[in-house]
């Protein structure tokens, strides 16, 4: 009846809008039926994630990609305000006259450096997205809610970041990556809070994204309720302590790993002191040529000693003779010598950042510095008397880590040259993959310098032909008649002409989607990395001579006036706050570590002091370590859930500028990472800490429950400033 009665109206001469109107209900309902059973994953989200609002270099050997599916909204980060808070707490006088830190802009093309594939591969369990975010997002799970607008938010974006695609991680080497100890996680820690919530992930605008997967309800990174009480680590290596190297397990008799491998949970404990007691260090430059005996204390040290005229015992120290080294006729005729085989080997100038193989004679580090020249050890893991501490201990920049399958952590062509004395590296076995590792971390026309003083035929033929293969050119070979060691020196290739030119193509070359960056838990690879060509990539220029090249900004560094600023206001902090205002002695500071640098200001910012600054970028993080490397500093990829490969007391100060917010829910126990500042700080040393309020505060607690002493805090608003000093107190 209805229906009758609608359609005799629709005859009359008002029934055309009768008409108009049913059919824009039915068309509005439609539009409801559909808004409420379609896919809102489909939609558009413009939401800034993590880091993405920093510049980051293009891969050496990638090509330039679309940037369209990167969001190209600037947002400048908040950091500690510029102007001063009455209200602020100040426990010293500082005078901050701080400024808003600066990040650069999102990159045409954003390269991940922790992993060597697509994401893809770990996110194809999930449906597709087509949202606007970075690759280097790809497979983490985005926050529900927020504003682009507030630095806060954005904090809590980074902090959701729930997992990393990182190659290697799950794949077993040697059968050895099963061995998982967890002697030292659970127990060493009492918290008074219950453990926290889970929660699926149920976003009303999104529902299809939760398929059943669990995230952490958001919270505090530290929890200001819980009651922290320690104890110290029962371990074999005792008051050397590298948890991701060291292997605790009982069903294992060798020392250390072949590989780097952690414990199932964080060490919650904390590293004793050596036996003998500790001392405070040698301040610099008189730690070139002693250093305290007990701080090194190590069982084979002291055979070691009697073997080798370059270190002597003497009293309650260790001493170095300026005139004794590994090379008989003096380290400073070893350096002159090779620069007489090549001339375009200009130390300090030409060359400034080495990378030295081996940590046996320090002189030549020492003797290098002098030249302007900063050279990074490669402590190996196999060296069980522990010449990577001593290197330390008398302020050298050094770093332990496994060598045999998986890269080194470092961008590819980063380094000027590299050093290999004496290291009795088997560098033509496996394929070569060791070489082919120095040959991804070289730069182009960059210097390998190899050095022995007995030469074997079949090693030397097998070097030989190995050199050729990856077109490395010799340069120079020559026995020094004074030190009795011979030397060769071989140079990479410029471009990657002179790779179709060979006959065998073995090693092949690398596939174009094989990220030379990456490197956290990669496998080497078995192949030739292609020289980087275009003027977007890094590694294409040999670099500007030191010191010009540390304000040399390359053309592959898309905003340049970001990179200005950055350098300009950490330079401002270092000048009115922390060389005078904060109350660090800066004479007892030599081994300095930035646990978040982005472009390297905090370091560059250093320069005029008598120090070297560790760059750790986060692997999380864009990947910036290539411009660093570019500026004449140096640096390594970490990741702050983990322990750092190190010995225990290694670094007189440690600098965090909102390192916790960015790992908020990335950890599975965030504190963990104060207890691996407290392995890797001396007694006495420092820590500086920018974060937020919410953070510092229960912070401070921890770094209290430690019997540090709190010798500065500073806050304005919602951002504060922490300088803590650790003292010898052990539980």
């Known amino acids: 009846m209805a229906l009758t009665r609608f359609a005799r109206q629709a005859k009359r001469p008002h029934g055309v809008c009768l008409k108009m109107a049913a059919v824009a209900i039915l068309g509005l309902c439609f539009i409801f039926v559909?808004?409420?059973?379609?896919?809102?994953s489909s939609s558009l989200t413009t939401r800034r994630e993590?880091?993405?609002?920093?510049?980051?270099?293009?891969?050496a050997s990638t090509r330039v990609r679309d940037?369209?599916?990167?969001?190209?909204?600037?947002?400048?980060?908040?950091?500690?305000?510029?102007?001063?808070?009455?209200?602020?707490?100040?426990?010293?006088?500082?005078?901050?006259?701080?400024?808003?830190?600066?990040?650069?802009?999102?990159?045409?093309?954003?390269?991940?450096?922790?992993?060597?594939?697509?994401?893809?591969?770990?996110?194809?369990?999930?449906?597709?997205?087509?949202?606007i975010e970075s690759p280097r997002e790809t497979a983490k799970e985005k926050p529900d809610e927020g504003s682009e607008e507030e630095d806060s938010e954005k904090e809590k974006e980074d902090g959701e970041e729930q997992q990393e695609v990182v190659d290697g991680r799950?794949?077993?080497?040697?059968?050895?990556?099963e061995v998982k100890e967890g002697t030292e996680g659970d127990g060493d820690l009492v918290e008074s809070v219950v453990k926290e919530p889970e929660e699926?992930?149920?976003?009303?605008?999104d529902g299809s994204r939760s398929n059943g997967k669990t995230r952490k309800i958001r919270g505090p990174v530290f929890d200001p309720k819980a009651h922290y009480t320690w104890k110290l680590c029962s371990t074999k290596s005792k008051h050397n302590y590298i948890p991701c190297i060291d292997i605790e397990s009982a069903k294992l008799q060798s020392y250390r790993h072949t590989e780097r491998s952690c414990p199932r949970t964080p060490p919650m404990c904390?590293?004793?002191?050596?036996?003998?007691?500790?001392?405070?260090?040698?301040?610099w430059p008189e730690s070139k040529l002693k250093i305290w005996s007990s701080n090194v204390a190590h069982p084979k040290l002291a055979a070691y000693i009697k073997r080798h005229s370059w270190l002597v015992e003497s009293g309650e120290y260790l001493t170095f003779p300026q005139n004794q080294s590994q090379f008989n006729g003096g380290v400073v005729h070893y350096l002159e010598f090779i620069e007489e085989m090549v001339p375009d080997i200009e130390w300090g100038k030409n060359i400034r950042v080495v990378l030295d193989i081996g940590c046996t004679d320090s002189s030549f580090v020492a003797s290098l510095l002098d030249k302007d020249v900063l050279t990074l050890s490669?402590?190996?893991?196999?060296?069980?008397?522990?010449?990577?501490?001593v290197s330390l201990e008398r302020g050298f920049p050094t770093f332990v880590s496994p060598f045999a399958s998986r890269r080194l952590p470092f961008p590819s062509g980063v380094f000027d040259a590299i050093h290999c004395s004496g290291c009795n590296i088997p560098w033509h076995s496996n394929g070569g993959r060791l070489l082919l590792e120095m040959n991804r971390i070289l730069r182009p026309t960059g210097y390998f310098i190899l050095s022995t003083k007995h030469d074997n035929l079949e090693e030397e033929e097998a070097m030989t032909k190995l050199t050729a293969s990856i077109c490395w050119n010799i340069l120079a070979h020559k026995t020094d008649e004074d030190s009795e060691v011979g030397v060769?020196?071989?140079?990479?290739?410029?471009?990657?002409?002179?790779?179709?030119?060979?006959?065998?193509?073995?090693?092949?070359?690398?596939?174009e989607n094989e990220n030379p960056d990456a490197a956290w838990y990669v496998h080497m690879k078995s192949c030739l990395h292609v020289i980087p060509s275009a003027i977007e990539q890094h590694g294409t220029e040999w670099p500007e001579e030191w010191p010009k090249r540390l304000e040399t900004y390359p053309e592959w560094m898309n905003d340049k006036e970001k990179l200005i600023a950055d350098t300009n206001h950490w330079k401002a902090i270092v000048d009115q706050s922390y060389l005078a205002g904060i109350g660090i002695d800066w004479s007892s500071v030599r081994n300095v570590m930035d646990m978040k640098a982005i472009y390297g200001g905090f370091a560059a910012a250093l320069l005029s002091q008598k120090v070297w600054v560790m760059n750790v970028v986060p692997v999380h993080a864009p990947d910036t370590l290539p411009f660093i490397f570019e500026r004449g500093l140096i640096g390594i990829y970490h990741d702050w859930c983990e322990s750092f490969g190190t010995y225990p007391r290694s670094y007189d100060l440690l600098h965090a500028d909102h390192l916790f917010s960015r790992l908020k829910n990335r950890c599975k126990q965030p504190v963990s990472i104060v207890v691996e500042m407290d392995r890797l700080l001396r007694p006495g040393g420092w820590v500086i800490v920018r974060d937020k309020v919410e953070i510092l505060d229960p912070l401070q607690e921890i770094l209290r429950s430690l019997h540090w002493e709190m010798r500065m805090t500073y806050s304005q608003e919602k951002e504060g400033i922490i300088c803590a000093q650790k003292t010898d107190w052990r539980p």
């Open 50 to 59: 993590s880091f993405d609002d920093i510049a980051e270099p293009v891969s």
């Open 270 to 283: 904390l590293v004793a002191l050596p036996h003998g007691g500790y001392e405070s260090p040698v301040h």
């Open 170 to 177: 799950e794949e077993n080497l040697d059968g050895e990556d």
């Open 200 to 205: 699926k992930v149920e976003d009303e605008n």
């Open 488 to 511: 060769k020196i071989y140079q990479k290739p410029e471009s990657n002409d002179i790779y179709q030119l060979r006959r065998k193509k073995i090693p092949p070359l690398c596939k």
């Open 378 to 389: 490669l402590g190996l893991k196999d060296d069980l008397v522990d010449l990577a501490q």
């Open 34 to 40: 559909w808004s409420m059973f379609s896919n809102p």
């Open 67 to 131: 940037s369209g599916n990167v969001s190209e909204e600037s947002e400048k980060a908040r950091h500690v305000p510029s102007n001063r808070d009455k209200k602020g707490k100040v426990k010293s006088g500082l005078k901050e006259k701080d400024e808003k830190s600066v990040t650069g802009s999102v990159s045409s093309s954003v390269h991940a450096h922790n992993s060597g594939k697509k994401a893809g591969k770990h996110a194809s369990t999930r449906k597709r997205e087509d949202k």
